[in-house]
């Protein structure tokens, strides 16, 4: 291959072109996030096509060619830990594959494969070695007899040459293709038997020809596939004649940037090796993900990419670097893939400002974790260890990572009881909110898969009319299928339609419509007279109110998706969304609360769309027609090759296969009832629309109304009449707390004359904290008065104590109600002469008092 085509950029090229002239359709790397609720992110080259492979969807086409961002850390899938300390783990990864859906099978794929290394990159023929799993006679047969490779080369294993998508669905032998570094790398054998650091896995062929059933029996696919994934960074390491894939071109570049912002030249020190890979690595494992629209939180995904940022961060600080370096970091990133990775270009400020936030946040937490930690350690002996709890707060409520805490224990000679943090980590994980959620699965789901096969998607032609004739595909005692129908299937953030169904022998009301596989409407239903049977032709209808103000709802999060981000800026990005009749959810990134003034020009933008009643165009097109629009994706949506754009007047263009309104003047007023966090650096807002805006009007003039009636006002001067009656009880109550206290301080002639022996203690009823202390202080300024502790319980609640004593008492006022501080359930800031205690206690001021009587001596 030629020199300048061996950078990463030039693979890239050479393996899309190559698969691309046999045939293959070259589709775009899918996000990150994935689609499958199993997964936290896309960890292989085959995730993006699952639907495919598994029957719940038709692939477009035959064969395709892809070259898939993938990340793995978190989950099954997790490679966090052994990330910069070997010479080719990663968290993130680029996965070269070709895939063929039910066209060509083991020949072919072998005979691609073989020839995109041994022509297309020149590899030596010789050191590649092949792997087949021990029943696979015909894949060892291919590449001996047909392919060429000598039997010597080839060696069968056993569980690693066999793929299962789960304990059951399709599955197949697989083959490897390995390259062998030579002699100094280990020892001889193979991959087989050879050392481990010798022979490197490139290329896995896995050949998808059975279907895997619950009992345990295998039957073989109609229409076998192939799935294949090549590590893009060892290929290149390979090509490139280095050892490892830090020293490839574009990891170089990266490492280069870190070793001038660092002072510590790569590869002069092994300990600032390992810090200075983990850096490069997670550089783009966190721009990638935040790019995609991950973002840093303390659950799921967000936690992962959070882990990911402080990690980078901590070796940063070991590398001795005190200034924020991920931006720095992202700019040189985005100098080095931005030509590949375009969405990188596009999201770089971005990026570049969540870096920044989070790593400057973490900085200050590395501060006070390690404050945190010497007062900890400093309370131990010379060698002791570390309590677990410790640890896991250090982890848990300030993010400081274990292994940093195990570090520095270890540099003071001391331990860290690992089985006590465990402990407390298993019980923060069975608190954690579960993310996983089943799907897929269920009863018919067999029977639904046959009625895709036979009759395919369902037709919607909702948009259209809002009841038609159709015909009964499928019925049990919870769903029914329909070849064609009106009610939408609850999608992209929208509700699923509610109506009838009804035919010559029964009425079914339908409760909400789902889909099922591909393209199937289920609709809900619960009798409500008679029975619907399979084949019967049935009249379906929607309820038309119901989905009209589910379609004002729908456009209105378009025009407020467009109104949040001219108000907030580019960065708002969706992150989730529903739409019911009654009231809009949506949800966004940014990293603060919306003001009052922001919300009310949100609020004017989307209104001034309204009004205007610019027509709305729902079309369908080409993703790529789409995308040449401008038209913006809606996050967790799926997209295929032709796709539904909503153009909701002249200002916003995204894709959305939801129901909407024909014009803007259709959604009525939109007003927003609510803003909060949803968690770190998600919003959430709530807005109504049309009628539920009217209703919502006429409760606020209805209570306002009420108001003006109780402050006995008109309506248009209720604010100026509550504000006269606050100011009268404020005043009133001034007054009465005044008498009370005049009341209180009656009583110092009393109460000093009960004291003994110099000392008074007593509960004092109808007086409040500040009155309180003031009798406290004056009777202990009597003469003879040595100490006065005085309890009450205040009007508002709760439970008050003040301790004052005489410059020559020689006791302590702190001292005397320390005990009876903490049996009322409170605290406060002790001092020799006065202390006043605040609690929760009321019922146990005697019991304290008598402490205190008690502490006097």
Not at 86 to 105: A, I, K, P, Q
Not at 272 to 286: G, T, Y
Request: aromatic fraction near 6%.
């Amino acid at each position: 291959m030629p020199e300048q085509s061996a950078t990463a950029r030039g693979v890239r090229r050479a393996f899309v072109d190559f698969f691309a002239g046999h045939g293959h359709h070259h589709e775009a790397s899918a996000s990150l996030i994935p689609h499958d609720p199993t997964l936290l992110f896309t960890v292989a080259g085959m995730v993006p096509f699952k639907p495919y492979f598994v029957g719940e969807q038709r692939p477009p086409w035959d064969r395709a060619v892809t070259i898939q961002k993938c990340v793995r850390a978190g989950g099954k899938h997790n490679d966090l830990d052994e990330v910069g300390r070997t010479s080719r783990h990663l968290t993130f990864f680029e996965m070269m594959g070709n895939f063929s859906f039910g066209d060509y099978f083991k020949s072919d794929a072998c005979a691609l494969a073989w020839d995109f290394f041994t022509t297309r990159l020149g590899l030596d023929p010789e050191r590649i070695w092949v792997t087949v799993h021990v029943s696979d006679d015909e894949a060892e047969a291919i590449w001996r007899d047909e392919v060429g490779v000598p039997a010597e080369r080839i060696q069968r294993l056993d569980e690693d040459n066999y793929w299962r998508m789960a304990d059951s669905g399709p599955c197949g032998p697989c083959s490897e293709i390995f390259w062998d570094k030579g002699p100094e790398f280990g020892a001889d054998g193979g991959p087989a038997h050879g050392g481990d650091e010798r022979f490197i896995e490139l290329w896995n062929l896995v050949f998808m020809q059975f279907e895997q059933h619950e009992d345990g029996s295998m039957t073989p696919l109609p229409k076998p596939s192939i799935d294949t994934g090549a590590g893009l960074e060892r290929i290149l390491a390979v090509l490139q004649g280095v050892d490892s894939v830090w020293e490839t071109d574009e990891f170089v570049g990266l490492l280069a940037t870190i070793g001038e912002i660092s002072g510590i030249v790569p590869g002069s020190d092994p300990r600032s090796d390992v810090s200075q890979r983990i850096l490069a690595d997670h550089i783009r494992s966190s721009a990638f993900l935040i790019g995609d629209g991950v973002f840093p939180s303390n659950e799921d995904r967000g936690y992962v990419l959070r882990r990911i940022i402080r990690r980078a961060v901590r070796h940063a600080w070991l590398l001795g670097v005190e200034d924020p370096i991920m931006p720095s970091l992202a700019d040189a990133l985005v100098g080095i893939m931005g030509d590949d990775y375009p969405e990188l270009v596009r999201n770089h400020d971005f990026v570049r400002d969540v870096l920044d936030r989070e790593e400057q946040r973490f900085r200050e937490t590395l501060r006070s974790g390690l404050a945190i930690l010497d007062a900890a350690l400093d309370g131990l002996a010379d060698v002791g260890t570390l309590d677990g709890d410790v640890a896991f707060k250090l982890h848990d409520t300030y993010g400081f990572p274990l292994e940093l805490t195990e570090e520095i224990t270890a540099e003071r000679g001391m331990g860290i009881d690992l089985e006590g943090f465990h402990a407390a980590m298993s019980e923060q994980r069975q608190r954690a909110k579960a993310a996983r959620r089943d799907a897929g699965t269920g009863t018919g789901a067999a029977d639904l898969r046959h009625v895709l096969e036979a009759h395919g998607p369902t037709e919607f032609v909702g948009r259209e009319v809002d009841e038609s004739d159709a015909e009964v595909l499928y019925a049990d005692d919870e769903v029914v299928v329909l070849d064609r129908t009106p009610f939408y299937a609850e999608a992209g953030g929208q509700v699923g339609d509610t109506g009838t169904i009804g035919s010559s022998t029964g009425t079914l009301r339908v409760l909400d419509t789902t889909l099922a596989l591909d393209g199937l409407h289920r609709h809900h239903f619960e009798v409500a007279d008679g029975a619907v049977e399979v084949g019967q032709t049935v009249r379906a209808s929607i309820d038309a109110d119901r989905r009209a103000a589910i379609r004002r709802n729908h456009t209105g999060t378009h025009i407020l998706h467009w109104a949040l981000r001219r108000v907030l800026g580019d960065h708002v990005k969706q992150q989730g969304s529903w739409v019911g009749p009654d009231r809009l959810r949506f949800d966004f990134s940014h990293y603060e609360g919306l003001t009052d003034g922001q919300v009310a020009e949100i609020e004017d933008l989307v209104n001034a769309e309204v009004l205007d009643n610019a027509a709305c165009d729902h079309f369908e097109t080409t993703r790529e027609e789409a995308e040449a629009l401008g038209a913006i994706a809606f996050f967790g949506e799926k997209y295929g090759d032709s796709v539904r754009v909503l153009r909701a007047g002249p200002n916003s263009i995204e894709l959305c296969g939801g129901t909407h309104v024909a014009a803007l003047g259709d959604i009525g007023l939109l007003k927003i009832v609510s803003e909060g966090s949803i968690g770190s650096n998600i919003r959430r807002l709530e807005a109504v629309t049309g009628a539920a805006s009217i209703d919502r009007l006429r409760s606020a003039e209805g209570a306002l109304a009420e108001a003006a009636d109780l402050v006995g006002v008109p309506v248009d001067d209720v604010l100026d009449g509550i504000r006269k009656r606050v100011t009268e009880a404020k005043e009133l109550r001034r007054e009465v707390e005044d008498l009370r206290r005049r009341a209180a301080l009656g009583r110092v002639d009393e109460l000093a004359d009960a004291a003994e022996n110099g000392l008074v203690f007593r509960l004092v009823d109808g007086i409040d904290r500040d009155g309180l202390r003031d009798l406290a202080i004056a009777i202990r300024d009597r003469d003879g008065i040595r100490a006065v502790v005085l309890a009450t319980a205040p009007e508002g609640g709760g439970a008050a104590l003040v301790s004052a004593v005489s410059p020559d008492s020689g006791l302590d006022a702190g001292a005397l109600v320390a005990e009876a501080a903490k049996t009322i359930g409170g605290g406060g800031r002790p001092n020799p002469s006065l202390t006043i205690i605040g609690g929760r206690a009321p019922e146990h001021l005697d019991e304290a008092l008598e402490q205190a009587r008690a502490a006097a001596g």
